[in-house]
């Protein structure tokens, strides 16, 4: 088995700085009551701001800092979303206090060997808006413990494993190994400074000392003794939630926000091998402002998952929006994905080849005229001709007409509204019919109709369709054009 383990250091910064599309200085409080700063952005760092200062110091050296408090929940919610995410390079995933762990064995072919999968994580995660360090073991433990204190490592093998752990810190052990400050005062104190000198010091000494703890860390990281780890299963419904440091009604920081959460949703479907029709965007205004949130069901105009085109219409979506407040959060909702084929393509292929997509001039004109503007017209089961078809709602499957019909005779292109009287043609003007329609008594008197149909030939030679009243006093009329 090769792990990777993937630890994102400055999660509880990267929480609220991923949907920024700005540089101004923002900082992370710890909690209450003596808040003190764990973390700052590279603006706030300039400005003096480091962890462990107080909220008041912090503000002195910088007056425009914008502070935080931490979110344990937003935190976890995150780890969540990125495990979503992962599940487009393996399917075998599990959550740790902080890395996610991804048993790529079986995809490294698929990948190209490691170097190519870190490219692949480490931009992607870039797009989701984290920054994370990666590193490989053979074992889920000793790849947590690499990625945090030697990032960048690639152990694939047994011997390799145990250099590379020997050579870690003591604060090794504390990283999801829950040791407490007196177990690794007491290694300290017998002059042990790194893992390798913990595994040199005789086992019956550490259990006497009450160190049995350090024993079975070491050997599950050594892979001794087994480790088995809860899988993780990605929900079936995605919910991808994006607070934003400061409320906002600008277009562009809604967008650049949109962008972090279509990331995950991409991976997501990516995982399941489908694609989407339709997704809905929330947007949560401040609170005690008007409404709650605002709904946006953005439908994509075909059974996709290209993330350009979900970007697309929603900026049509948010630019003919009128917010009734500004926003603080984002939320991504979708479900119900469908498997999506492959798309085809020759080997002789090239750029201009690719076919129209008339299902995205649709939702992008229904996005930026409204949903009822936008109309579409589809057949319907009548003899009548003027009954004969139905509006519907664009992008939606339209009526069918009943199976089992014959096909009728050809209608016209152009159908006049209302028929117009005319003159008895000629005899040998009219080329094709009678086609008798008797139709539509259930409808009222002004709705009966009985017509005898012909084609007929114009002086210039236009092909028209006319028709006869059947009752008195048997009037002509002409209904359409062919061309």
């Known amino acids: 088995m090769l792990w990777c383990a993937l630890y994102l250091p400055d999660l509880a910064l990267q929480v609220f700085t991923r949907g920024r599309s700005d540089s101004a200085p923002l900082a992370v409080l710890g909690p209450r009551p003596r808040q003190r700063v764990v973390g700052a952005c590279p603006a706030a760092v300039a400005c003096g701001v480091e962890p462990g200062l107080g909220r008041a110091g912090a503000l002195a050296l910088a007056p425009a800092l914008l502070l935080v408090d931490r979110d344990p929940g937003l935190e976890r919610a995150a ?95 504390a990283d999801g190994g829950g040791l407490d400050a007196a177990t690794l005062e007491l290694l300290s104190g017998v002059g042990a400074a790194c893992l390798g000198d913990v595994r040199r010091l005789p086992r019956s000494g550490l259990a006497r000392r009450q160190a049995r703890q350090v024993i079975d860390l070491l050997d599950r990281a050594c892979g001794q003794t087994p480790d088995p780890r809860p899988w993780f299963a990605p929900p079936e419904r995605y919910t991808g939630r994006l607070p934003l440091p400061a409320p ?22 990516e995982a399941r091998h489908g694609g989407l029709e339709a997704f809905t965007l929330v947007l949560e205004h401040e609170r005690n402002k008007h409404e709650a949130e605002t709904r946006i069901e953005i439908i994509l105009g075909a059974l996709c998952r290209d993330m350009a085109r979900c970007q697309l219409l929603a900026r049509e979506h948010l630019s003919r929006l009128p917010l009734v407040a500004p926003v603080e959060a984002l939320r991504l909702e979708a479900d119900a994905p ?24 649709l939702a992008t004109l229904k996005a930026r005229l409204g949903d009822g503007s936008v109309r579409c017209l589809a057949v319907h089961s009548d003899h009548r001709p003027e009954q004969a078809w139905r509006h519907h709602v664009p992008l939606q499957n339209p009526p069918r007409a009943q199976a089992g019909r014959s096909a009728p005779p050809p209608r016209p292109l152009w159908l006049l509204a209302l028929p117009r009287p005319i003159s008895q043609p000629a005899p040998d003007a009219l080329l094709a019919g009678p086609e008798r329609i008797e139709s539509g008594w259930w409808d009222g008197e002004a709705a009966d109709v009985c017509r005898d149909y012909f084609v007929a030939r114009r002086p210039d030679h236009s092909l028209v369709w006319v028709f006869r009243e059947r009752r008195a006093p048997h009037g002509w009329f002409l209904h359409g054009y062919f061309a």
Not at 107 to 129: D, H, N, Q, Y
Not at 167 to 173: G, Q, S
């Open 79 to 173: 780890l969540v979303e990125v495990a979503s995410w992962a599940a487009r390079f393996t399917p075998s995933i599990s959550l740790d206090s902080s890395a996610v762990l991804l048993e790529v064995q079986a995809s490294l072919r698929l990948f190209g060997g490691v170097p190519p999968l870190c490219e692949a994580i480490l931009g992607g995660l870039g797009e989701l808006g984290f920054d994370g360090r990666l590193a490989f073991a053979p074992t889920p433990l000793a790849a947590c413990w690499l990625a945090r204190f030697a990032p960048g490592s690639q152990v694939c093998e047994g011997p390799a494993l145990l250099a590379a752990i020997d050579a870690l810190p003591l604060a090794a052990l």
């Open 338 to 361: 469908q498997p999506l084929a492959p798309p085809g393509a020759d080997l002789f292929d090239g750029d201009g080849s690719r076919p129209a997509d008339p299902g995205l001039l």
């Open 248 to 269: 906002t009604d600008q277009v562009e920081s809604l967008l650049f926000g949109l962008r972090r959460l279509l990331g995950g949703l991409s991976g997501w479907l």
